[in-house]
T-cell receptor, first 112, second 115 residues
Framework: AAGVIQSPRHLIKEKRETATLKCYPIPRHDTVYWYQQGPGQDPQFLIS???????DKGSIPDRFSAQQFSDYHSELNMSSLELGDSALYFCASSPGGGNTIYFGEGSWLTVV | DAKTTQPPSMDCAEGRAANLPCNHSTISGNEYVYWYRQIHSQGPQYIIH???NNETNEMASLIITEDRKSSTLILPHATLRDTAVYYCIVRVGGEVTGGGNKLTFGTGTQLKVEL
């Protein structure tokens, strides 16, 4: 079965640069979630979208923005990168707000 | 979402059943109990969920107490590949309109399966 696809899987950026992560949800899933997991930490919720509209917001820095497009894929844009942004970023999707959420394999971001 | 309490770590011998407990004493009537696991640096993997009845699938069984204040995830025959952090999460589920019913991860239980 198709899963959540994230790209790129690995990304290295320098401080103050910009990075964009992409997420392709499972077909017919209309809800996308973004999580950040720092070293030794548990996944922290950043933001979610339902039917291309932001539906919930967590601890997402102002330097980060995200959107969901008409084909339901989503992009997380991170600007003015800091060393502390180095983390594993997960995207997840679900068919509607109350149903089971499935995660992608994550995108490793390293800021140097 | 209601908070959950799990032991930080557990050990299990390979081939034996692993019983992972979770307390969720403040769970609301419309909140489901979800279990996920995360094998090192991989995406969290859905295991099972339930509202009030016991559930079983090909991966595990979920036993929910009658008062719904606690639950136990059972891996019937643990293998080395089951070594992971297991998260018990309560979340509004079912027929919910709109979106945004996120999962809020706590600290989970590090299960170590040994020979």
């Amino acid at each position: 079965a198709a899963g959540v696809i994230q790209s790129p899987r690995h990304l290295i950026k320098e401080k103050r640069e910009t990075a964009t992560l992409k997420c392709y949800p499972i077909p017919r899933h209309d809800t996308v979630y973004w999580y950040q997991q720092g070293p030794g930490q548990d996944p922290q919720f950043l933001i979610s979208f339902y039917e291309k509209m932001q539906s919930d917001k967590g601890s997402i820095p102002d330097r980060f923005s995200a959107q969901q497009f008409s084909d339901y894929h989503s992009e997380l844009n991170m600007s003015s990168l800091e060393l502390g942004d180095s983390a594993l970023y997960f995207c997840a999707s679900s068919p509607g707000g109350g149903n089971t959420i499935y995660f992608g394999e994550g995108s490793w971001l390293t800021v140097v | 979402d209601a908070k959950t309490t799990q032991p930080p770590s557990m050990d299990c011998a390979e081939g034996r059943a692993a019983n992972l407990p979770c307390n969720h004493s403040t769970i609301s009537g419309n909140e489901y109990v979800y279990w996920y696991r995360q094998i090192h640096s991989q995406g969290p993997q859905y295991i099972i969920h339930g509202l009030k009845n016991n559930e079983t699938n090909e991966m595990a069984s979920l036993i929910i107490t009658e008062d719904r204040k606690s639950s136990t995830l059972i891996l019937p025959h643990a293998t080395l590949r089951d070594t992971a952090v297991y998260y018990c999460i309560v979340r509004v589920g079912g027929e919910v309109t709109g979106g945004g019913n996120k999962l809020t991860f706590g600290t989970g239980t590090q299960l170590k399966v040994e020979l």
